[in-house]
């Protein structure tokens, strides 16, 4: 089982639509937890990072489930701009941040 | 917009030849990775460095030499690559060993 896990999609949707990816991963000793966008040859730039009470910027939404040992984002009234790979990454221990292979999405006009 | 500055951002290179990539942050912050990602893959950690000490290094080949010559500087010396290591390079910094990483445009590698 890989430690961190991604829908590799692709998600095509429609402008406006809202949309949902999750993470699984397998450390329960895993510290902090993000979501990063990536462009096509791009490099990775900071959507949120993610807590256990959940958080919110304007129309993404983080959320933490450490029982269940995942993580959402939820994107709300989607745009054309907001087509990219979203990577979850995770903090596994001391300078350690595990990848996801990422999940592409496609905002259809 | 980064504040983490990496050059050049393209590169050619032969398999005889030598040279270095360059990685820049004002930030303050006392850890800098080096990162190799490969066409739709995600970034895999080469090395750290967390207050200008070499801090891991993930068994990466000798023909790859990290140096750090200050809390700012993070350089990547390249010698006797193979065509395989053709890849975009990132370098990353972050506050701490668990805050988030703040990530360069990256160097873009082709070895011929």
């Known amino acids: 089982r890989k430690e961190v896990e991604q829908d590799p999609g692709p998600f095509n949707v429609p402008e406006g639509a809202t949309v949902a990816f999750n993470c699984t991963y397998s450390n329960s000793a895993s510290q902090s937890f993000f979501w990063y966008r990536q462009d096509c040859r791009k490099e990775p730039k900071l959507l949120m990072s993610?807590?256990?009470s959940g958080n919110e910027d304007g129309r993404f939404t983080a959320q933490l489930n450490r029982a269940s040992q995942y993580i959402s984002l939820l994107i709300r009234d989607s745009k054309l701009s907001d087509s990219a790979t979203y990577l979850c990454v995770v903090n596994v221990g001391t300078y350690k941040y595990i990848f996801g292979t990422g999940t592409r999405l496609k905002v259809l006009a | 917009d980064t504040e983490v500055t990496q050059t050049p951002k393209h590169l050619v290179m032969g398999m005889t030849n030598k040279k270095s990539l360059k990685c820049e942050q004002h930030m303050g912050h006392r850890a800098m990775y080096w990162y190799k990602q490969k066409a739709k893959k995600p970034p895999e950690l080469m090395f750290v460095y967390s207050y200008e000490k070499l801090s891991i290094n993930e068994s990466v080949p000798s023909r790859f030499s990290p140096e750090c010559p200050n809390s700012s500087l993070l350089n990547l010396h390249l010698h006797a690559l193979q065509p395989e290591d053709s890849a975009l390079y990132l370098c990353?910094?972050?506050?701490?060993?668990?805050?988030?990483?703040?990530f360069g445009e990256g160097s873009r590698l082709t070895v011929l």
């Open positions: 993610v807590y256990s």
């Open positions: 990353a910094s972050s506050p701490s060993h668990v805050e988030e990483l703040f």
